[in-house]
């Protein structure tokens, strides 16, 4: 019997560099999705921001994705076109909406305007922020999808995780240096003061996003170098003999999708994690400030620790889940976590630093914890060839999630804290908002995420999907 010629993917140095060129692309994006977080405080100062306005801005990345399907749409390119052309499509699009995210910022024409009865800055920021929303998600799943392609019957739950290991990075890296960016391009320019233009020296809050905007042309550049190893990986399994993915995707392959069970239970899960840690994250550095006292040069130190944990901790738990298995076992784990630390958040006393230290720590571990063992479970449940339409429909639903929740925050904080307006209103110092009902909220997202978790683990005892058994094949 002839041996069957290795494909490319049987090389471990070829699998890991692909992966580490198509990393870059989220590295970028993840800095980007965050870099405002520490800059609330001073939008609020420079330009008249309310907790409102911020939410409004923050809730803009799931607008199209959400209302207009643009992931789902994403997604059936993906299988469609395939993940080269997807690829550079997603992380062009990127690059458009952090250009007119950093035109909207550094543009101080627009901090006296409204459009559409909303401050004209936050529209503008809000539309580019939609737009980048767009390509990071389909950037999103394009790279699982390559991740499978790549990994399949090898480390795939390793490389998943050490793919979010390094995002992960760039969270870190979008809560430690926007403010000392700003401080440190600080420059003269158009301020808002009890409602009027003035020129004064001031932090320059478009710094931070300029530099963001060049990680992802980076990023948008490293795709098409990946692009070359893909074509000798698709070559390499035509002449090994191999068998392909399965059928052609079809349209109507949605409708498999969407009846399956487990897809509804992975995507409750994922839409109820991440809403309790991604829009937490948003607000993070903006709690360190009012609960904790600490001043906002170092408010987001903290918060940056808890994408530090994962850097370590995602691929360590993504490795035993490919040796042992019992990933739902580790998803409900990560969720009992969530509601630990929310509910600690929530309590009015305990407002010494070094618990917000030891809070998003553990918060880190639950970050590292569920997707380590949720996004590898996905190919257990669904066929290969319908992947990237299955991970965008879980991707939209998780988007209403980090749309939705950030405006709600917003809002219950401005209306919680109806001092604050005042205050603002007055021209008067600013008093601290009080974070106790935004942390309920994160605490009961957990809760449920518990349910839905022992649900997930109850039907695959029942349909077989081997959520529970190693992803190694020996």
């Known amino acids: 019997?002839?041996?069957?010629?290795?494909?490319?993917?049987?090389?471990?140095?070829?699998?890991w560099s692909a992966l580490a060129i198509i990393s870059i692309t989220m590295f970028a994006g993840y800095f980007l999705t965050d870099v405002m977080s520490p800059l609330k405080p001073m939008l609020e100062k420079e330009?008249?921001?309310?907790?409102?306005?911020?939410?409004?801005?923050?809730?803009?990345?799931?607008?199209?994705?959400?209302?207009?399907?643009?992931?789902?749409?994403?997604?059936?390119?993906?299988d469609k076109m395939g993940v080269r052309f997807t690829g550079i499509l997603s992380s062009g699009i990127m690059v458009l909406g952090a250009g007119i995210k950093f035109w909207a910022i550094s543009n101080p024409t627009l901090v006296?305007?409204?459009?559409?009865?909303?401050?004209s800055q936050v529209f503008f920021a809000a539309v580019g922020f939609a737009i980048f929303g767009?390509?990071?998600?389909?950037?999103?799943?394009?790279?699982?999808?390559?991740?499978?392609?790549?990994?399949?019957?090898?480390?795939?739950?390793?490389?998943?995780?050490?793919?979010m290991a390094v995002a992960r990075m760039g969270t870190l890296l979008a809560m430690a240096a926007p403010v000392p960016l700003a401080m440190y391009f600080s420059s003269k320019s158009t301020r808002v003061i009890n409602g009027e233009l003035v020129e004064k020296m001031g932090p320059s809050i478009s710094a931070p996003i300029a530099f963001a905007l060049i990680l992802l042309v980076i990023g948008f550049i490293a795709f098409?170098?990946?692009?070359?190893?893909?074509?000798?990986?698709?070559?390499?399994?035509?002449?090994?003999?191999?068998?392909?993915?399965?059928?052609?995707?079809?349209?109507?392959?949605?409708?498999?999708?969407?009846?399956?069970?487990?897809?509804?239970?992975?995507a409750v899960l994922c839409v109820l994690f991440y809403s309790s840690v991604f829009p937490f994250i948003k607000y993070a550095s903006d709690l360190m400030v009012n609960k904790y006292g600490l001043s906002q040069n170092v408010a987001g130190y903290?918060?940056?620790?808890?994408?530090?944990?994962?850097?370590?901790?995602?691929?360590?738990f993504g490795s035993i889940y490919d040796k042992k298995g019992k990933g739902a076992s580790i998803m409900i784990v990560g969720a009992i976590l969530i509601i630990i630390v929310h509910s600690v958040f929530s309590l009015p006393y305990l407002n010494h630093w070094f618990v917000a230290v030891v809070l998003v720590i553990i918060l880190?571990?639950?970050?590292?914890?569920?997707?380590?063992?949720?996004?590898?479970?996905?190919?257990?449940?669904?066929?290969?060839?319908?992947?990237?339409?299955?991970f965008s429909l879980i991707f939209w639903i998780q988007n209403w999630g980090l749309m939705g929740v950030p405006l709600l925050i917003g809002y219950v904080l401005d209306k919680t804290n109806p001092e604050v307006a005042i205050a603002k209103a007055n021209g008067t110092e600013i008093p601290v908002y009080d974070y106790t009902y935004p942390m309920l909220i994160f605490t009961l997202f957990g809760l449920l995420?518990?349910?839905?978790?022992?649900?997930?683990?109850?039907?695959?005892?029942?349909?077989?999907?081997?959520?529970?058994m190693p992803n190694i094949e020996k």
């Open 1 to 15: 019997m002839t041996k069957l010629q290795k494909t490319l993917r049987d090389s471990k140095t070829a699998r």
């Open 47 to 78: 330009f008249g921001w309310s907790s409102t306005n911020y939410g409004i801005f923050t809730s803009a990345y799931g607008w199209l994705n959400v209302f207009l399907v643009m992931l789902i749409l994403g997604g059936i390119i993906l």
């Open 112 to 119: 006296t305007d409204t459009t559409f009865g909303i401050h």
């Open 134 to 163: 767009v390509g990071v998600e389909i950037a999103g799943i394009t790279v699982s999808k390559i991740i499978v392609k790549w990994f399949k019957g090898h480390e795939m739950a390793l490389a998943m995780g050490m793919q």
């Open 224 to 266: 098409f170098i990946y692009n070359a190893m893909d074509k000798k990986l698709d070559a390499s399994i035509a002449t090994s003999g191999e068998a392909n993915a399965g059928d052609p995707f079809k349209i109507r392959d949605i409708g498999y999708i969407i009846t399956n069970k487990g897809f509804w239970l992975i």
């Open 302 to 316: 903290i918060p940056s620790l808890l994408p530090l944990g994962t850097l370590f901790l995602t691929p360590f």
């Open 364 to 390: 880190g571990v639950a970050l590292s914890l569920v997707p380590s063992a949720m996004w590898p479970s996905v190919p257990k449940i669904i066929p290969e060839n319908q992947l990237g339409t299955a």
């Open 449 to 468: 995420a518990i349910i839905v978790a022992y649900l997930l683990k109850h039907e695959d005892k029942k349909k077989g999907y081997g959520l529970q």
